[in-house]
């Protein structure tokens, strides 16, 4: 189980945060590349928010669900 997340363009200081339906935290992670691969195996099904930080401001908010 692995979510991939592919990017254009982003600064050094960018991160991705995936966040649950109540606002807590899930994974947050530096994304140092255009692409970051990250495991889902240790994440219950539901929805989740997945947001892309770059320079301090959010730049793209995705939908994401997790099927059982």
Sequence with gaps: ???IVKTEN???DSYITLTDVTG???VRKNMPA???VIST???ASGFYLL???S???IIST???FKAE
Excluded: M, P, S, Y
């Design 55 to 57: 320079n301090g401001k």
């Design 34 to 36: 255009n692409t970051i």
């Design 41 to 43: 195996a240790n994440i």
């Design 24 to 26: 807590k935290v899930v």
């Design 10 to 12: 982003l600064a050094d």
């Design 62 to 64: 995705k939908k994401v």
């Design 1 to 3: 189980d692995e979510l």
């Design 51 to 53: 947001n892309v930080e």
